[in-house]
């Protein structure tokens, strides 16, 4: 089941600050957030495993609170380099004798102006 | 650069024919994964291969298969193609496919059907 992201856009001025949140209905192994520019391949920023560990990456960072099965990804003092659509993937147990998979929320697109 | 490269970049057809997408790892990476975007739909898991073999399906419909080769390289075979199949397929890779473990992106291959 796919994972739910808020919210679907937003606009910041350089420098702002922005938090994009991503929940799924399943208990989950992981959370892996990516950055996607217009017509490019999508790019790693991090993976959150279960543990509720925060991790950072220059200026993004991001949480995983595994009881409430959520994620937040902190993008702070934000630079026109930010701008592109962020997709959390989740990983969760199979059901029965399925197996795992990534799966990806619709993405949030962020735009960062001057 | 993630170090997975996919050929062709571009890919123009009609509906009813067939076309083959190719995938090459990056070095030391056994496991391939397929996915589809469009616009509508975000990042689609289709198909996981591990070292050869099958690992994970997802939403991958019965006109389209895909393998991995000795060598590692993967091919996703899509034909009757339908309007429905333009889009932007990319694969991923990575090192053993097991879970937390994370995947790099290729730059993708657009498909167009007209």
């Known amino acids: 089941q796919q994972p739910v992201q808020s919210p679907q856009a937003v606009i910041l001025r350089e420098g702002e600050d922005a938090v994009i949140n991503c929940s799924s209905s399943k208990a989950l192994y992981s959370v892996h957030w990516y950055r996607q520019k217009h017509g490019e391949a999508p790019v790693f920023l991090m993976i959150?495993?279960?543990?509720?560990e925060q991790k950072g990456h220059e200026k993004i960072s991001a949480s995983f609170n595994e009881k409430k099965q959520q994620s937040s990804l902190y993008l702070t003092a934000s630079q026109l380099s930010y701008s592109g659509t962020y997709f959390c993937g989740t990983e969760a147990p199979p059901v029965g004798a399925g197996s795992y998979q990534l799966t990806f929320g619709k993405g949030t697109k962020l735009s960062v102006i001057p | 650069d993630s170090g997975v490269t996919q050929t062709p970049k571009h890919l123009i057809t009609a509906t009813g024919q067939r076309v083959t997408l190719r995938c090459s790892p990056r070095s030391g990476d056994l496991s391939v994964y397929w996915y589809q975007q469009s616009l509508d739909q975000g990042l689609q898991f289709l198909i996981q291969y591990y070292n050869g073999e099958e690992r994970a399906k997802g939403n991958i419909l019965e006109r389209f298969s895909a393998q991995q080769f000795p060598d590692l390289h993967s091919e996703l075979n899509l034909s009757s193609l339908e309007l429905g199949d333009s889009a932007l397929y990319f694969c991923?890779?990575?090192?053993?496919?097991?879970?937390?473990?994370?995947?790099?992106f290729g730059p993708g291959t657009r498909l167009l059907v007209l």
């Open positions: 991923a890779s990575s090192i053993r496919g097991g879970i937390q473990e994370t995947q790099y």
């Open positions: 959150l495993l279960k543990g509720g």
